[in-house]
């Protein structure tokens, strides 16, 4: 299809309203040299043919000929041989904004006043993002990232095309709510094997994200002023979700052994909900001990309250069996919603991501999930489905395990021979980055070194509240080479030197 036929198919602009005793050519005129001028008409968008654009206006085609010749003529469009008419890369009005300001030849109509938006609208934008706005240039070692090259994309193509291969294929109908049956079962499947966790496809729900599983979660839970016990430091995203809802949130300080229970049983005892990490702490990567787990456990079912158990990168532990989820622990399952992600083990566009719901729950979450965004990609879906029942997830993660446990080592490595009176490195046993702790200067200064050095990383300021949060860099190893390790430790050094 050349590209006048591309035009007239996708051809829709709405026509402004025609004046009183205004002929049908002034009015075209008017109205396309106006739609050029206001951008709805882009420079070098191909107009449709006269023919078509009479036929679809109720023209005549001499009045769109008409209009067409004097845009011409004044140089809103232009003409070539095989390429239609099109609208000029250089409009005649550009001059008049070299020359200066020209006066309006009407009033300016005053400033609408700005409408009032939500107490989170502001704290949106007044604090940072829970993450940066996303780039295509990812420089070492920027956290929370996957090393998205190592993904089979062969394999996940030919799935993908085998689902799109019938004439009517099924993945482009409505899917249930709740997520497609054979992905559910899928996850059941890992989840007891992984994870420790013994449940049923009927209490796990596909949703896009983590963040919508807990925003969902937190609107059936809790009502405006209610008490949420939340990580501190944590991740930020949790905290503003939180915020959207209207939570008081308490801050509960994280040890060497996680979540320091008994400061959230004296702070708020009569919490309805505490956000947990408890296999690896986001950011500081420690575990939540056994003690507390049991602790946090007795105090949910004493006071009805429910665990939000992020279990975000625990797939990717380096050493010995991964730890068990909390929600693999007995009686877990009326307290505990477990939600995890395969945005970070596959890739993050994938945009899927489950939760493991207690039985009450199911219903209520489904509906809302159903009236909020209906559900998550089909197509998506049912190829994640796929690759996982053939063994293709399993041998992927257990590929990107050894991978990401020799970077590992070879960051720990060159933070020690580079940058051992910079930061401290402490053993990374799991995940895809690592808090190191500054040694010799505040976080402001080292972005800077960082920032000069081109090399990214996250302050731990953001990720918690209060003095107590020690300076910190959270850092990304996962997605990077062995060779970009070093030679980046290297650079970092040089600048420290400089």
Not at 344 to 359: E, H, I, Q, T, W
Not at 366 to 387: C, E, H, I, P
Not at 433 to 456: F, G, I, Y
Request: one cysteine or more; glycine letters at 6%.
């Amino acid at each position: 299809m050349n590209k006048t036929s591309s035009a007239q198919v996708t051809w829709s602009l709405t026509l402004a309203a025609r004046k009183p005793d205004e002929t049908l050519q002034n009015w075209l005129y008017r109205t396309l040299r106006q739609d050029i001028l206001d951008g709805r008409l882009a420079r070098n968008f191909v107009l449709p043919s006269t023919r078509f654009l009479a036929a679809q206006y109720g023209l005549a085609r001499g009045t769109v000929q008409a209009a067409y010749a004097q845009l011409l003529s004044e140089g809103y469009l232009v003409t070539a041989h095989g390429s239609g008419t099109k609208v000029s890369l250089s409009l005649p009005d550009d001059q008049l904004v070299k020359a200066g300001p020209v006066a309006p030849d009407t009033a300016t109509p005053p400033a609408a006043s700005p409408i009032p938006l939500t107490r989170w609208a502001a704290q949106l934008i007044e604090q940072d993002p829970a993450f940066p706005l996303s780039s295509s240039k990812k420089l070492p070692f920027a956290p929370h990232t996957c090393d998205v090259a190592q993904f089979p994309v062969d394999t996940w193509r030919r799935l993908h095309m085998r689902h799109l291969g019938s004439v009517l294929p099924p993945v482009l109908s409505a899917r249930p709510a709740q997520g497609l049956p054979a992905l559910r079962q899928a996850i059941v499947e890992h989840l007891a094997i992984a994870r420790g966790v013994a449940t049923s496809a009927d209490t796990v729900v596909i949703v896009s994200s983590v963040q919508q599983a807990l925003d969902i979660c937190l609107r059936l839970i809790i009502n405006p002023g209610e008490s949420v016990w939340m990580e501190n430091p944590g991740y930020p995203g949790a905290r503003q979700i939180m915020q959207g809802v209207g939570a008081d949130i308490i801050d509960v300080a994280v040890d060497a052994a996680g979540m320091d229970v008994s400061a959230g049983m004296r702070l708020a005892p009569d919490a309805r909900l505490a956000y947990v990490t408890p296999c690896r702490q986001a950011p500081t990567g420690v575990a939540l001990s056994a003690e507390r787990r049991l602790m946090l456990l007795s105090w949910a079912r004493e006071h009805g309250a429910y665990l939000f158990e992020d279990d975000y990168d625990s797939e990717y532990r380096f050493i010995a069996k991964p730890i068990p989820a909390l929600r693999g622990m007995p009686q877990a399952g009326s307290h505990v919603i477990m939600t995890g992600t395969f945005s970070k083990l596959l890739f993050p566009a994938m945009g899927l991501a489950y939760v493991v719901l207690p039985p009450q729950l199911v219903e209520p979450f489904t509906r809302a999930l159903s009236l909020t965004s209906r559900s998550a990609n089909g197509l998506a879906q049912a190829v994640l489905a796929d690759f996982m029942a053939q063994g293709h997830f399993g041998r992927h993660i257990r590929r990107m395990r050894k991978v990401y446990a020799t970077r590992a080592r070879v960051f720990e490595d060159a933070a020690r021979q580079h940058l051992h009176d910079f930061i401290e490195v402490p053993p990374i046993l799991a995940g895809l980055d690592v808090t190191a702790r500054l040694k010799s200067m505040p976080e402001a200064q080292a972005l800077a070194v960082l920032d000069a050095a081109n090399v990214s990383a996250f302050a731990l300021s953001r990720y918690g509240r209060g003095p107590h949060v020690p300076p910190g860099l959270v850092m990304g190893f996962a997605a990077y080479t062995e060779d970009q390790i070093t030679q980046q430790m290297s650079a970092i050094a040089q600048r420290l030197n400089h």
